[in-house]
Nanobody
């Protein structure tokens, strides 16, 4: 059973930065695809970023060049570094992965960007 626990959300002014963490238990993250999604208020959940085996990553157009996904193998944690934050980045951010045909989600962490 895989468990994902996000942390690091909070309130930040436009242009600020936050680093989200996704602590993975029950399996090592580095042999699977790890994804970040977000759900803005009143909208559907949307893809943000994915990290593949070997560290290769891809990003949604809206966050490309501002967000970076990375991982710490020793700690089994996946990070989402978010820079140059905008009000439209306000959302609940979720960590996600698949294992053995099951889809796993964390509980989410709230990010609010406002002046």
């Amino acid at each position: 059973q895989v468990q994902l626990v996000e942390s690091g959300g909070g309130f930040v002014h436009p242009g600020g930065s936050l680093r989200l963490s996704c602590a993975v238990s029950g399996d090592a993250f580095n042999t699977y695809i790890m994804r970040w999604y977000r759900q803005p208020p009143g909208k559907q959940r949307e893809f943000v970023a994915a990290m593949f085996d070997g560290g290769r990553a891809n990003y949604a157009e809206a966050v490309k060049a501002r967000f970076t996904v990375s991982g710490d193998n020793a700690k089994n944690i996946v990070y989402l570094q978010m820079n140059s934050l905008k009000p439209e980045d306000t959302a609940v951010y979720y960590c996600n992965t698949d294992r053995g045909g099951n889809n796993y989600w964390g509980q989410g962490t709230q990010v609010t960007v406002s002046s």
